[in-house]
């Protein structure tokens, strides 16, 4: 077994960077309210993600895939659409925003059959997941 202390304080450090953190007086982990299975799981998660730099530049790349839905070549925009579909696929609430949404509308009136053919498929899968948006598009 891996002592508590030990492990609170890594986590800590990670946390908050390289400054060190150190705990007060032997810390009164009986206090601590005591995490299961899936409390611990989820805060390595969010521990791991906070500190990882997909995570960090997710809005930059973001930015620049609805930029490309947008772009004068079709198969760039329907590429775009591919990628936003994988995306959504992983985290569906990223339809939920406003800038993906309006670029995902914007691409069901495109000049391409190939674009409009996508979005179509992106939007379908969506909807088969999460059929209360269905009337957003």
């Known amino acids: 077994d891996l002592d508590p202390r030990s492990i609170i304080q890594h986590y800590l ?3 908050y960077g390289n400054r060190q953190v150190v705990l007060s007086s032997p810390t009164k982990l009986s206090s ?3 995490l299961g299975r899936e409390g611990i799981n989820r805060l390595m998660t969010a521990l791991a993600a906070s500190k990882s730099a997909l995570v960090n530049t997710f809005p ?3 930015a620049f895939l609805l930029d490309s839905m947008s772009t004068s070549t079709p198969s760039v925009r329907k590429l775009a659409v591919k990628s936003l579909s994988q ?3 992983a985290d569906s609430n990223v339809m939920l925003q406003k800038k993906v949404k309006g670029a995902v509308a914007a691409r069901l009136r495109d000049a391409s059959k190939s674009v409009r053919e996508a979005v179509v498929n992106l ?3 969506y909807v088969v997941h999460k059929p209360e948006v269905a009337n957003a598009f």
Request: aromatic share 6%.
């Open 32 to 34: 601590v309210p005591k």
């Open 123 to 125: 939007v379908g899968s």
């Open 87 to 89: 995306v959504i696929a």
């Open 60 to 62: 930059r790349n973001m």
């Open 13 to 15: 450090e990670l946390w």
